[in-house]
């Protein structure tokens, strides 16, 4: 028993050794002079999992540890953390001084070599013009509200009198309305093997990526396959039939004048993963939020209601929402941002160094990250009185409640 126990003792401070010279190591690997203070964390994984499983608390203890700019290691690469509100803007106007978008080589890989966050200069202007086109005022009207109408009207048609999981549903409204803007006619008999591939492919963009059986950026790879597959079929048999449809698909595939932007199949492919992506989380769980929002405040759901019935009141049951009615929903549109502000969905932005360059006194190396969070602003008291509040007067002008 006594040989056991000095067995476990020696194992025990053998681990330990271990683990304090691969934390040594990788502080001295990423030791340079000037870089911000910080902590690199393990090997390869550096901080990753500390980022992940505590979320914005990992960036508030960091700051009250090293202040507002500091070094850390997450998702793959050494990264510095801005949470100064100054540097941030600094870096964002600045792209042109070698301070570029820099997101994970998990996301590039699995959102494709075409995909506007791995495009830089004239190509990037490109994707973004041609990703704009599809979302012209002219669109919205023709196109796009129509169907998210459509839409909506059908995915809620059945809740009466049953336990909604929002989560679950709002997960599945972001998707699927957005597959029917991309292709309206298909998008019912895709759905049901596009979407599993989809949430796959949404948690693989947000791993370290490490391509071993069973890791989520193998699981991401994989689904994006199949994805490409399910894709690259409907362009074929879009090609090879003469009906004509309406829809950002038929948009982006169009030789005609109107279409200023004419993409390769590669690019129309990840042009449409991209707009399924960016609306997907963001939309889902902002519309969660607002559920949740409202339901905790019946006084503000009572206020968003009436402005509403009085909406519907001017319309017959079938008419749809439309364009011009949307101005004059004031109260609609403060609920939103309120909700787009506590909620704070996008706690930040990344960017890249495309050269050596020195930030708030200290040297940023040349290829690092540079995690710009911008998070703690809507919660500033001087900008947000009683931020943790829910109240959508404070964005109505002159009305205080
Ligand atoms: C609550 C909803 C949304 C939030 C909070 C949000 C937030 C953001 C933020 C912060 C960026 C800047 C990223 C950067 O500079 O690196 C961004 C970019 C982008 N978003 Fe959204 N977004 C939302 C909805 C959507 C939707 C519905 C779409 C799809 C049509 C979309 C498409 C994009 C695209 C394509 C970009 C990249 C633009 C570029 O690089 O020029 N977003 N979004």
Redesign the pocket.
């Known amino acids: 028993m006594a040989l056991f126990m000095v067995v476990l003792v020696l194992l025990f401070i053998l681990a330990l050794s271990v683990c304090t010279a691969l934390l040594r190591w990788n502080e001295l690997k990423f030791s340079k002079k000037g870089l911000p203070p910080g902590t690199m964390g393990w090997p390869i994984f550096g901080e990753t999992t500390e980022f992940l499983k505590q979320g914005p608390n990992f960036m508030k203890n960091q700051r009250a540890r090293y202040g507002s700019f500091f070094k850390s290691h997450i998702l793959g690469c050494p990264t510095a953390v801005s949470m100064d509100p100054e540097l941030n803007r600094y870096i964002l106007m600045n792209e042109a001084k070698g301070l570029v ?1 820099g997101y994970p080589q998990s996301m590039l890989d699995i959102l494709g070599k075409c995909n ?2 791995a495009v830089h200069g004239s190509t ?1 202007k490109q994707m ?1 013009g041609a ?1 704009l086109a599809l ?1 012209s005022p002219t669109m919205i009207k023709q196109q796009l509200l129509p169907k998210i109408d459509e839409f909506m009207r059908n995915f809620v048609s059945d809740w009466d009198n049953k336990i909604i999981d929002i989560q679950e549903k709002t997960k599945q409204m972001a998707f699927l309305s957005s597959l029917k803007q991309i292709a309206s006619v298909e998008s019912t008999s895709i759905a049901q093997e596009f979407m599993p591939e989809f949430f796959k492919l949404v948690l693989g963009t947000l791993s370290l990526p490490i391509d071993l059986p069973g890791t989520n950026y193998r699981r991401g790879l994989k689904a994006r396959k199949i994805i490409l597959t399910i894709l690259k079929q409907l362009i074929e048999k879009r090609r090879g039939n003469q009906e004509s449809h309406k829809d950002m698909l038929a948009y982006l595939m169009s030789k005609d004048d109107n279409n200023r932007y004419k993409l390769s199949d590669d690019e129309i492919i990840d042009q449409i993963i ?2 399924l992506y ?2 997907y989380e ?2 889902s769980t ?1 519309s969660m939020m607002a559920v949740k929002y409202l339901h905790d405040h019946p006084s503000i759901l009572e206020e968003l209601r009436k402005e509403h019935m009085a909406l519907r009141e001017k319309k017959r049951p079938e008419d749809p929402i439309e364009w011009n009615d949307l101005k004059p929903m004031k109260f609609t549109r403060a609920v939103i941002f309120e909700t ?1 502000r506590l909620a704070t ?2 706690n930040g ?2 960017r890249k160094t495309t050269e050596e360059m020195e930030l708030n006194g200290f040297v940023v190396p040349k290829g690092w990250r540079i995690y710009v969070y911008t998070r703690e602003i809507n919660y500033d008291p001087f900008i947000y009185p009683d931020p943790l509040a829910f109240n959508p007067w404070r964005w109505m002008l002159g009305i205080s409640k």
């Open positions: 978008p506007i966050a990037h973004r990703l979302i991209t707009i960016s609306g963001t939309v902002t787009s969905i996008v932005v990344l």
